[in-house]
């Protein structure tokens, strides 16, 4: 069972990971094969030839290392790619039932889930990344709320006219006229290429 175990996790890794290191996992395999075949052929003919079994059986010990930095290097790709995964989605839900600071959140987290003791760091980055996005998220929110109804009162008006007239009522978005283009784009089902020319 912990065989099985081990090349169900093995397999998940592989099918997880970047293509490159899929198609990086496939070359020693096949170099693997035909020094096999060779070094079976050079064992099985009437006078073996020493030098090429002793060479055959180098570069098959190096192909089986080359195999096991390969597969090692993907299993902690996986590793790190599960893990992160996991702490996003439990600082994510930890980060919405508490409004506090950065250094609090880390804490706090901290002392519910011990485990993670050692990856202060890794804690203290993901939480600013997560709560900007939230941050993020709560100023789309807003901005949409503003423009459905700004948008459905003037119909006549194309993007660019729109925009400048909304930026002019709402001087606090003069910052980002990228972004409040593409949604007022996205309300009012612009076309993709259109939207394209006035991004930041």
């Known amino acids: 069972m912990p065989r099985s175990g081990r090349l169900r ?3 998940r890794g592989y099918h ?3 293509r490159f290191e899929k198609l990086s996992f496939i070359p020693p395999f096949l170099i693997l094969f035909v020094e096999v075949v060779l070094l079976a052929h050079a064992l099985t003919i009437n006078v073996p030839d020493i030098m090429v079994v002793e060479l055959t059986m180098v570069l098959l010990i190096i192909s089986i290392i080359e195999i096991i930095f390969v597969s090692t290097e993907m299993h902690e790709h996986y590793t790190k790619s599960n893990f992160d995964r996991i702490l ?3 600082l994510d839900d930890f980060i ?3 409004k506090k600071n950065v250094k609090e959140l880390v804490e706090e987290f901290i002392e519910k889930y011990p485990y993670y003791s050692s990856y202060r760091n890794e804690i203290y980055h993901t939480t ?3 709560m900007e996005t939230h941050k993020e998220e709560a100023w789309e929110e807003a901005l949409i709320k503003k423009l ?3 948008i459905k009162r003037r119909k006549k008006m194309n993007v660019d ?5 909304f930026i002019k009522k709402h001087p606090q978005y003069k910052k980002s006229p990228g972004k409040v283009y593409q949604m007022i784009c996205g309300i009012m089902g612009t076309p993709k290429e259109e939207r394209k020319k006035f991004e930041d």
Do not use: A, G, V
Not at 161 to 165: A, V
């Open 9 to 11: 996790t093995f397999i």
């Open 161 to 165: 006219d729109i925009l400048k007239t």
């Open 16 to 18: 997880e990971s970047p």
């Open 88 to 90: 996003t989605i439990r």
């Open 148 to 150: 459905k109804p700004f």
């Open 128 to 130: 600013c990344q997560i």
């Open 96 to 98: 919405i039932e508490r």
